[in-house]
């Protein structure tokens, strides 16, 4: 009697809807990015379980990360046809499908090709959550639903990057796995339950190839959209390059075993689980545009930090900071980009997550190759790579602030009367 009264109450309340909206979301966040860095500090333990090099493990990485970021490219016009609900809902149940192929995986490449399927699988949870943000919350309160989401997804990379390896040799990373499969399919059950919540009222549009391949170009046209688009991927490249390899840096350069990798990357993610909504509701109060180059600083700062030698207790403080700079610039860089395009959030949010994790994948690949002269070379060109885009931010980014957001807001009105 007493879930049937709090069923009804959220049903009544659009506040409430959109408040369990918001939660449940952010649940799925944690999980996919939970399942999906759980595998980056378990590399070195994985080649010697695999009998496998640790170049064709570390292809876990770029295995999700790009078919992830080219699905998007579908399910955010997809989306936009046929509705959130339907393909947030679908994508939930094929997380749980992959996530149990990864756990029963027997071989390398039969976990690779589990770890493509589950790319092609979760790619479009958390843009499509995004995009319904979006729809339901004004651009002056979005900063905070999407520092929520992105506190999540740090709290995902946080934990999923600790544990993964610090649990591995009490339960194995099968069982972790496993557990992450059951999480996956409890947070199912709640969108099931409250999929009401979960719709938009934004109109239907065309899901031929020719209107979506114009979406896609329109969206290049628009200056603020592509200098937003550019900076997600430099910024994904930057921050998936140096924290893919932060395992295999750890257990060379300081011996730690499965347990000490894990406490190291600790503070990998808890900034953003702490502060992101804090981030988002000052971005909305002061404007994106001091922020967002304060934290590609702060990023650079951080990578240049991991160079010399340090001791024990600082070492998850440097990476806590550098989890904070892709706190201050990515969720705030995708708040920008909701605003591009409202009639067709869905198509602007799918091209986001694209770009985001084609960065993410490209980065570990690129890290890689530079790391062929040293983690102290590859490490300096990144820092410094991240420091220019810092400075060049400042003016590029001069424009956004309220007003911005204000405009796109009338404009997403307008479209709506039409």
């Not at 770009?355 to 690129?366: A, H, K, P, Q, Y």
């Amino acid at each position: 009697m007493a879930q049937t009264y709090i069923d009804f109450a959220i049903s009544r309340d659009p506040s409430l809807q959109r408040e369990t909206l918001l939660r449940i979301l952010s649940a799925a966040a944690f999980l996919v990015f939970f399942q999906t860095y759980l595998v980056a500090p378990l590399i070195p333990a994985l080649a010697v379980e695999f009998h496998a090099s640790t170049n064709l493990l570390g292809m876990l990485i770029p295995a999700y990360m790009l078919p992830y970021g080219i699905s998007t490219l579908f399910y955010g016009p997809l989306s936009d046809r046929v509705g959130r609900k339907p393909v947030i809902l679908t994508l939930l149940v094929m997380m749980v499908v992959t996530t149990v192929g990864v756990a029963t995986a027997s071989t390398a490449y039969q976990m690779l090709a589990w770890r493509l399927l589950g790319g092609i699988a979760t790619g479009g949870v958390v843009p499509i959550a995004l995009a319904l943000l979006g729809d339901l919350f004004p651009y002056a309160e979005r900063g905070r639903p999407i520092g929520w989401m992105f506190g999540a997804m740090a709290g995902g990379t946080a934990f999923g990057s600790s544990l993964g390896a610090f649990l591995n040799p009490i339960i194995g990373w099968r069982r972790e796995l496993l557990i992450t499969a059951i999480l996956s399919g409890i947070t199912l059950a709640f969108a099931i339950r409250f999929r009401h919540s979960f719709e938009s009222k934004l109109p239907q549009h065309p899901l031929s190839a020719s209107e979506v391949i114009s979406g896609y170009t329109n969206l290049f046209s628009d200056p603020r959209a592509a200098k937003g688009y550019i900076y997600v991927l430099l910024n994904g490249i930057f921050h998936s390059g140096v924290f893919s390899w932060l395992g295999l840096y750890f257990s060379e350069r300081y011996h730690l075993s499965d347990e000490g990798i894990g406490l190291a990357l600790l503070g990998y993610g808890i900034p953003g689980m702490l502060l992101g909504p804090v981030i988002g509701h000052v971005a909305d109060r002061c404007g994106r545009k001091r922020i967002i180059p304060l934290g590609f600083f702060v990023a650079a700062v951080s990578a240049a930090a991991l160079i010399p030698r340090s001791p024990v207790l600082l070492r998850p403080i440097i990476i806590a900071a550098l989890s904070l700079g892709y706190d201050m610039s990515h969720p705030l860089l995708t708040g920008i980009i909701t605003s591009v395009n409202p009639a067709r959030r869905g198509l602007s949010m799918g091209m986001n997550a694209f770009v985001l994790f084609s960065g993410f994948g490209l980065g570990t690949l690129i890290f890689e190759g530079v790391l062929r002269s040293g983690f102290t070379i590859a490490l300096a060109t990144f820092a410094a790579a991240q420091l220019c885009l810092g400075v060049l931010a400042i003016p590029l980014f001069s424009g956004e602030d309220s007003s911005v957001g204000d405009q796109s807001q009338a404009v997403r009105m307008d479209s709506l009367s039409h």
